[in-house]
């Protein structure tokens, strides 16, 4: 078998997901053990990094608290900008929530096999990006503790009900969906996971708790049968819904009339964006995990390659999208949108904008080379850039178009406060910290999926092996 | 104490106690094995047969005779519910409840229903798929005799059990275990409930 696997021409065509051909056992060993450790016993590099990192959470927990105590005032928003850093953070959040979606919807509806190693950390990395973005505008209403009036809720404080004509609304509805639905689809995979580590801890209170959480999971064939039957279910309704929230996001802009935001290419463009930004983002955090926590054997270069083409076809939409912008704002023939994207690319902001081709389309493009695709370096700058691209992108489009619209003694300009900044930083703070206890306290990689990659990886070798005699 | 509660008698009713048996039960260690197994097994007449595993195994259910999930109709109904509570709530809160002429925009229509409909559509059928799968297996469950085989902890790593319920007409522990062994099984006990 394993001679087989080795075939130097087979690994050629079509290397195997799970190198190293382990056993079923070794598997859930190898995912297992990052979980069962004594937590004691965690090395010391990794209390270093969360204490941290979670100071960096500390800062952001002050920010808002600063934030609340104030008024939004501290922000930099003010006329002509009043939608600036906590929009663009927002729509940066839930932009990288996207590939997590993506992943483990579009790809399996795709039956893409490959999947399987990374689709439950870039689940549950959506799972916090969204978290990040809900504070933002959260804490942009300036009464955080009314948020329940963004709801139909009947009430006797508010008495009036919410206008459902806004997008405004529909983003509300869009976002509590998403990060609801993407919550059951997260837990739903976990649960045969947690079933193994309930058969495989000796702790008796590990047992009651992961036993509780798993709800009883045994394994049967019935259950089985409903648990893939409900899983395509997710998957399915998944997929259009990962359309819908960026799209209905863009809607927030595309909807006004400011030029610049203005257009009805929008939803695609900001899908494209965001599945482009989600996908340099799980990059950044398997490759770290890949590397501390020993997992080249299940997460390959061969996965990491096809990430990275999505990347490139994803960028190359971006950048035609841009393209398409300017081509649309020059044959309109209309004065201000004309001028906005002149200004956008050569006016007072034309460093972000810069950033922000150089980061999307132009750099990405380095992956047309498959020495490029396949090396670890390039790949981690590459997706770090790209991310960078990805905010830029949405600041360039919030703040340029609001600073110059129509009359040109309603210009302005806008300038972040330290609160802005510490309180983004706070969220990237957020966002690393969930990811690392993730890490440590949940499997990281979709136990019961790999198993299934494995059979069927072993039953396709064993006919190739049948073929070639 | 309620004198209701009785344990003897919960126990009765949920098939559990030493002088009840839950079934003969075997290991196998590959997925292939199991299916085999669990068709020839079919082939001599059982018919109230389960399979453990710890992954989905391709091929179980028609050699086990598992009926096909019917989540999915459970799942329509509440699809159906999502369109219908957006609209209707909609519609009541802005063209009734709290008539309100904005931008000369009429008080209910179709197009800017969309958005929320399609939302609240995917929301309730999520919930419906989720809770489906607890629903229809029977869980959350404390404790099952399955559990009780030597191997059951191993199910949900690298074992693979089939199982003759005690329910199916044919039963008869001794001959089941003739049977299981015969299809190559390892580990074949007699599991109580």
Redesign the interface.
Known sequence: MSAVLQDPQLMEVNPPLVAGDP???DL?QKICQIVEGDVLKTPRKYWITLSVIGSITVLLVCMLTFLVWNGIGVWGNNKPVGWAWDITNFVFWIGIGHAGTLISAILFLFRQKWRTSINRSAEAMTLFAVMCAGIFPLFHTGRPWRAYWLF?IPNTDLN??????S?L??DV??VS?YF??SL??W??GL??DL??L???TASRLKQWIY??LC????????????????YL??AA??T??VL?VHS?VS?DFATSVIPGWHTTIFPPYFVAGAIFSGFACVMTLLLIARWTLNLQELITIKHLENMNKIILVTGSIVGYAYGCEFFIAWYSGNTFERFTFLNRAFGPYWWAAWTMYTCNVFIPQLYWFKKLRRNLWVMFVISITTNIGMWFERFVIIATSLTRDFLPSAWGEFHPTWVDMCTFAGTIGLFLTLFLVFARFLPMIA???V??VL??QK?QFKGQEVIAK | MNPKFDVDQIKDKLGLGPDKIYGVMGEFSE??ELVEAGRKIREMGYTKL?????????G??EA?G?P??K??WM?IWFTVLGILTAQI??WY??AI??P?V??G?PLFDFS??I??T???A??F???A??F???I??G??????P??KHPS???????RFLLVIEAADPKFDAGKCVEHLRSVGADVVEVVEG
């Open positions: 056993g079923y056992h859930s139909p009036i009900w919410q206008n459902f004509r997008p609304i529909w509805f869009a969906t609801t639905v059951l689809f837990f739903t649960v045969p079933a193994t309930r058969d495989r036993g509780l709800m009883g999971w045994r394994g049967s064939a019935r259950h089985w049968s409903n648990y893939e039957k409900a279910i997710l309704i998944s259009p819904l819908s209905i809607f136990i019961s999926e198993k299934g059979a069927v039953h | 997925p292939e389960d399979a453990m595993s710890p992954f989905p195994v391709h179980i259910d086990i598992v096909p999930s989540l999915g799942v709530l909609i809160v802005g409840d709290y309100l904005i931008g925009k800017y229903t958005p929320i399609f939302e609240l995917v929301l059928s999520a919930f798929s989720f489906g799968i607890f229809f297996n869980l959350p469950r404390l404790y099952h399955s559990s059951a902890y191993r199910a949900s790593d690298d």
